[in-house]
């Protein structure tokens, strides 16, 4: 994301402003203030004791790449962008822009030119790297990989393999000290009220103020929680709903616009307020649960496939860089078969997490593994076939490397 924000914000800024020429692909030109960026960019960012020169080459050959990939890509009818997908790359572009620099005005003034202009060359911008995109993914379709090919790599590369991480199965009994019946009850009923008055008219700006929330900006879904996300795709523009629950609290939510596959919406929310009797409550709660694990009272895992949060649940061979930091804190201290210390899994949310058993990291088994490795071993044939197609394509586009 990154790479394509600095890309474009290079190409905005040279297209509007004189520099010299360092190489001409087809109909296209790389600008040699371009090249520096980027090689600037390398240095500061990768390695800044890298030799310049042959960084400035490969950043060339790179910028002299992607043209030829916007070229033959260009040529083939049967690959067409949907303008939503252009307008949604755009739109990203454009809130970057002006979150980076204040305003509209402000985003004018630094490229010292009007804001549609500049939205002109985003949308040519645009297409040229989705085309592109889709051209290098229409290549890769043509590479498969076999079986045999696949446990050949296995075993060619295996001792080279990266090793698997940390395996964790644990379960996790989750208990926010606000999940009382009459917290909830009441702060449900006041989102009610607060949607009431929304409906005969009021501003849903105005209870940002009150309450809590505000504009959420572009997200695509896995961005919230399920059930927010649920609601907040069904509505239509301009449209109200809710309330729904999430671990903050209860959300009123508006659909503002969709652009592509992401959604622009605003939220109010009713954080579920939370006095330290509850608190008590929950920590006791727990401490008695733990209390009748050790004497084998009580289905631990039934237990937390009743959680209701996002912590809660049976977890098998959880990879260490997918547990929560502070559950994973404590896994790592726990024995086998142990039960964990009263957690806050976050603010006003308490739990007890029960260690299952732990896989050193190791070699990938081929099989356990197979969908890693395949892609491994298609990716790799993939390199040697798109190396090829380049080399032996290239020739038939014009380059002109100005030195």
Request: glycine share 6%.
């Amino acid at each position: 994301m990154l790479k394509i924000l600095l890309y474009f914000s290079l190409c905005l800024f040279f297209c509007f402003s004189q520099d010299r020429i360092a190489a001409v692909v087809g109909d296209e030109v790389i600008l040699e203030s371009a090249v520096k960026e980027q090689v600037a960019a390398f240095l500061l960012n990768v390695d800044s004791a890298a030799n310049t020169t042959e960084v400035r080459e490969k950043v060339l050959d790179y910028l002299i790449e992607q043209e030829v990939l916007a070229y033959f890509a260009n040529k083939d009818t049967l690959l067409q962008i949907e303008e939503s997908q252009i307008k949604s790359v755009v739109g990203e572009r454009l809130d970057f822009f002006k979150n980076q620099l204040g305003s509209i005005s402000a985003l004018e003034s630094y490229f010292g030119v009007e804001y549609l202009e500049i939205e002109g060359l985003l949308k040519k911008e645009a297409k040229k790297m989705l085309l592109s995109d889709l051209f290098k993914r229409k290549l890769f379709s043509y590479v498969s990989v076999s079986s045999k090919e696949v446990e050949d790599f296995y075993y060619s590369y295996k001792d080279s393999l990266p090793l698997t991480p940390f395996l964790y199965s644990y379960s996790c009994f989750e208990v926010p000290a606000s999940s009382g019946k009459e917290v909830l009850d009441r702060t449900s009923a006041l989102a009610e009220a607060v949607l009431k008055d929304v409906f005969e008219g009021s501003s849903f700006e105005d209870f940002y103020s009150v309450y809590s929330g505000g504009d959420l900006g572009l997200f695509r879904r896995g961005t919230f929680i399920q059930e927010f996300e649920e609601l907040a795709f069904s509505l239509k523009e301009g449209e109200v709903g809710g309330p729904v629950l999430s671990s903050l609290g209860f959300h009123l939510i508006r659909l503002n616009r969709r652009v592509g596959e992401k959604i622009d919406a605003s939220h109010i929310l009713f954080p579920i307020k939370t006095t330290q009797e509850d608190i008590d409550f929950s920590m006791s709660y727990l401490d008695k649960t733990k209390d009748l694990f050790s004497l084998g009272k009580t289905n631990f895992d039934s237990l937390s496939l009743s959680s209701v949060g996002s912590y809660g649940g049976i977890f098998a061979k959880a990879p260490e860089t997918s547990v929560p930091k502070n559950i994973l804190s404590s896994l790592k201290n726990q024995a086998v078969g142990s039960l964990s210390e009263v957690l806050e899994l976050e603010k006003n949310v308490f739990g007890l997490v029960l260690l299952k058993s732990v896989e050193p990291p190791a070699v990938p088994d081929l099989y356990d593994y197979w969908g890693f490795v395949e892609n491994m071993a298609l990716e790799k044939k993939f390199f040697s076939f798109y190396s090829d197609w380049y080399t032996k394509n290239k020739k038939d586009v014009y380059i002109n490397i100005l030195n």
